[in-house]
């Protein structure tokens, strides 16, 4: 029976705390009366994800039929699914997605259905590569649908293969893929590593263009998302949702594919990263000392190879299909089951130790504003009720975060360090005066549509995911970091977490309340 | 009289060419360059003034000599032993304060008819550099029969002395020179009016650029500085910079400027109409060709040397790359205006002389060298020889 979550006090006999900094990782003391919060164990995964599927496919929630029932000869059939930002890390094969999606076309197939192509789910991400796509979908599926154009990548840019309709109550376009909104018949396949993922966010964001997606990715939206993990008090939610009935009322018929993950998150030569140190076996020791010890001497580029290199034991934790909403809610009760730690009160000082990855660098570099994405916009918002650190409190960081990034990946992430970060770090301030300027540039919308490049706007949205966490911090601290990239985030650089410790207290005042958020693997903290 | 000179010395000559290759400036210690007591230079003849200077300053070409670094061009044009100094304010015998203009054309040189380029009135082209009754040099500084700025007097022909204004500090007069050099250099180019401009390096002569082109060229929108160093940063902004960035920003900076893509190579499709590289080096000048658009003007204001460049994206792309020497005659508003004339307006109206951050005596000439070749990283721009305290004046 898996433990759950567990908040642990740290006294005299606690040992060290493993924190996360990059492609490493590092053992800290936290001063006595810390808190940490460690995440519930990995659930036991399904026994057959195979029969699953298929029992969820022809027993679907809400107000809809049975797949097999959908499927009929000459229909246009479109199955889209999630992008290379999902799940973290990625995962063994065979990856849900390729279970889900071979399950459909078999149906599909023993329907006669002919018209069916495939559309990788993109929104403003950069284009998988065909080793990121067989990886997601498997070689049989790659093979039959790639060689003959039928294995498509959302392309936000391409107005001949966007349809645009309409508006929402609240004056939103909704503009989605044509192929997607124009078929019989779309289904989506989806994986929820997170409680933001899946619901009518999958298609209102995953298959849109920028038009409509620049209502919701915006600074207001996140400031009123508290938080956008919490789906009856996210802003971003309730856009997506206003949007995805607006795409149901315009005659989009969607059918929801959605799986969830155990968090099962390391192979097991990395397995002491989510055990309790109390609890390390001497094995776990040994892997940590030779690990730590040679990655000291391994170089960066290398390192990140390594690491990147992980592909995670995660297994499918739940499958439901059927109609969007019924759907999603059943996920989400599967997420918190998996994820849901409940904390007493919120700390003066939040510490994060950040890992290598986030869902913005898969096989790529993990820049500065994707450091400040993972920590202000991910970490902070894993909260139901309020944010784990108090208003006006300190969020430590532990990452490298080295002035450095993918040329081909990141190419508007550099510019927005070197120019818009230059002019200010106010989330308000950047988009008002800098973000058409590059969501239109023609040069980031050439390298989106035909290199591997992420949206020229992207880097904007990084930074507004974490507009909620810079309105209510009181300061902000990486530990480890390279100074020059963190003073221009503007944050500040502390040499060690001890240092970053007392300068919080310039903000907090003296001994402060101070909680670890033990991450990953994912849990979202219920605070009370 | 006390003066550094430079004299003829190839071992010392190497020897400062192999110590600055480990630091910048270093050739003043093992190089040809002394601190020394001289006759002061004769006067050669009628129209010739004694100038002894009061501020001298030290210009990135005094550096490259300094340090066994110049061109083996310069050989035939200038004349040993030397005493460097072109960027002069100094006193003549009957009080009145000059400023030098150290071109030593036809005038000086007592030739008659004077060249068809003096004649025209571009002075910095003359073809008697080497000739006439002075012994060849092409600018005071350079030439053995007049002495120069870094010693206690020189001699200089009317045609080459410029009146300062009472109300003119000295630190401001000794601006006029290098500002006249920026002058001349944005006023060399034609930049269509929609056209973005940059202007490569932020020492003195880049930001003495970047202030002649919003003085005198106010239609340019926007220019674009690249300066490394912070207090560089600050003074391009200060004197009218529109954009200042780091050198390995400014592909992507006029990438974004001018909506051009930037090839893998790392040359833009587009770019900027002119760029005014006032460094000079190989890097700098590839980076002006890679960010000039088709069609484009590279003017070369910073004394380049014997360089290697790529230059197939010239040829490719039709780029003119030109030459910014001195100065002369320019024509603003089809009116022909002397080049110092403009540059006093220059300096008086931008407030030039804050760009003089540190003086010293001719005895600490190792220290004001080293200042000075290292300026930017020390926060400094124009460091100069302060001579107004020297003994026997």
Redesign the interface.
């Known amino acids: 029976m898996p433990r759950p979550g567990f908040v642990l006090d740290v006294d005299r006999s606690t040992p060290p705390t493993l924190f996360w900094r990059g492609e490493g990782f590092r053992l800290e003391a936290l001063p006595v009366g810390s808190r940490v919060i460690y995440p519930p164990e990995p659930l036991d995964p399904l026994r057959d994800p195979d029969d699953a599927i298929r029992e969820a496919l022809l027993n679907p929630e809400g107000d809809v039929g049975p797949l097999p029932d959908l499927l009929t000869p000459g229909m246009r059939l479109t199955i889209a699914f999630d992008d290379i930002s999902l799940p973290l890390p990625p995962m063994e094969q065979p990856d849900n997605r390729q279970r889900v999606v071979e399950a459909v076309l078999d149906l599909a197939a023993a329907a006669g259905v002919d018209d069916v192509v495939l559309i990788a789910a993109l929104a403003l991400h950069r284009r998988m590569t065909e080793r990121e796509l067989r990886h997601a979908l498997g070689n049989r599926v790659y093979e039959a649908f790639a060689p003959h154009g039928r294995l498509l990548q959302h392309d936000a840019e391409n107005p001949d293969e966007l349809v645009y309709l309409g508006q929402t109550d609240r004056g939103e376009d909704v503009e989605i893929n044509r192929r997607a909104a124009e078929s019989d018949l779309l289904v989506y396949v989806n994986i929820n590593l997170v409680a933001m993922d899946g619901g009518h966010k999958s298609v209102a964001t995953g298959l849109a263009s920028y038009r409509s997606l620049r209502h919701h990715h915006n600074v207001r939206t996140m400031q009123r998302s508290r938080s956008f993990m919490d789906q009856e008090h996210s802003e971003l939610h309730s856009s997506n949702w206003r949007m995805g009935r607006l795409i149901a009322a315009s005659g989009v018929k969607v059918f929801q594919i959605e799986t969830t993950l155990n968090t099962d998150t390391f192979p097991p030569a990395f397995s002491f990263l989510q055990h309790r140190e109390w609890e390390w076996t001497v094995r776990d020791r040994a892997a940590f000392l030779a690990m730590s010890k040679s990655l000291d001497r391994t170089p960066e580029r290398m390192a990140r190879s390594i690491f990147q290199s992980i592909k995670a034991p995660h297994r499918m934790a739940s499958v439901h299909a059927g109609e969007v909403e019924a759907v999603h809610r059943l996920t989400t009760q599967q997420i918190h089951r998996q994820q849901l730690v409940e904390v007493e009160g919120q700390a003066d000082v939040v510490t994060f130790g950040l890992p290598y990855i986030c869902p913005y660098n898969v096989n790529s570099i993990m820049n500065p504003i994707l450091v400040m994405c993972l920590g202000l916009g991910y970490f902070f918002n894993l909260y139901r009720g309020k944010p784990l650190v108090r208003p006006g409190g300190v969020v430590i960081m532990t990452h490298p975060t080295p002035w450095a990034f993918h040329p081909v990946h990141h190419?508007s992430y550099?510019?927005f360090f070197?120019?818009v970060l230059a002019d200010t770090t106010d989330p308000v301030e950047i988009e008002k005066t800098h973000e058409e300027?590059f969501a239109t540039?023609?040069?980031y919308r050439?390298l989106y549509r035909t290199s591997h490049a992420y949206h020229g706007v992207h880097p904007f949205y990084m930074w507004y995911w974490g507009a909620h966490a810079l309105e209510h911090l009181g300061g902000v601290i990486i530990a480890g970091g390279d100074p020059r990239a963190v003073r221009r985030m503007g944050f500040k650089p502390a040499s060690t977490l001890r240092d970053a410790l007392e300068m919080a207290e310039d903000v907090v005042g003296r001994d402060p309340t101070i909680t670890h958020f033990h991450c990953p693997p994912m849990m979202i903290c219920d605070v009370r | 009289m006390k003066a550094l000179v430079f004299e003829r010395s190839v071992p010392r000559f190497a020897a400062a060419r192999v110590a600055s290759e480990w630091r910048s400036g270093s050739g003043a210690r093992v190089g040809p360059l002394r601190l020394t007591d001289v006759e002061e230079p004769a006067l050669p003849g009628t129209g010739w003034q004694r100038v002894r200077p009061r501020l001298a300053g030290i210009c990135g070409s005094d550096l490259a000599t300094v340090d066994g670094r110049a061109s083996r061009y310069f050989e035939p044009i200038v004349s040993f032993p030397f005493v460097p100094g072109h960027e002069v304010v100094g006193d003549l015998d009957n009080g009145e304060r000059v400023v030098l203009e150290p071109v030593l054309r036809c005038a000086a040189r007592g030739i008659q008819p004077p060249c068809a380029s003096c004649a025209a009135g571009d002075t910095n082209r003359c073809r008697n550099v080497a000739y006439g009754h002075l012994e060849p040099g092409l600018q005071t500084g350079y030439c053995a029969d007049t002495g120069g700025g870094w010693g206690l007097a020189l001699v200089a022909h009317d045609s080459q002395l410029h009146p300062v204004p009472d109300d003119l500090a000295d630190e401001a007069a000794v601006m006029v020179e290098p500002a006249a050099c920026a002058v001349h250099g944005a006023l060399s180019a034609q930049v269509p009016k929609a056209g973005a401009v940059v202007v490569i390096g932020a020492g003195t002569l880049g930001l003495c650029t970047i202030a002649a082109l919003a003085y005198f060229r106010p239609e340019i929108e926007s220019i674009t500085a690249v300066a490394k160093h912070p207090e560089q940063r600050r003074l391009a902004r200060q004197l009218g910079a529109s954009t200042v960035?780091?050198p390995d920003?400014l592909r992507?900076?006029v990438?974004?400027q001018t909506?051009?893509?930037?090839l893998a190579g790392g040359q833009l499709t587009g770019g900027a109409a002119v760029v005014f590289d006032c460094v000079g080096t190989a890097a700098s000048i590839s980076d002006a060709l890679a960010v000039i658009e088709p069609g484009g003007t590279v003017v070369l204001l910073g004394l380049p040397g014997a360089v290697h460049l790529d230059l197939t994206g010239l040829w490719q792309r039709e780029i003119r790359l030109e030459g910014a020497y001195a100065y002369g005659t320019e024509r603003i508003s089809g009116r022909p205006k002397r080049t110092f004339e403009l540059a006093f307006q220059l300096v008086r109206d931008c407030k030039l002389e804050e760009l003089v951050t540190a003086t010293y005596p001719l005895d600490r000439y190792r220290e004001a060298i080293d200042h000075a070749a290292n300026a930017g990283r020390r926060g400094a721009v124009k460091v100069a020889f302060d001579l107004r305290k020297e003994k026997r004046r």
């Open positions: 190419p550099i510019d070197e120019e300027r540039d023609e040069w050439h | 960035v780091g920003e992507r900076a990438r974004r909506g051009s893509g930037l």
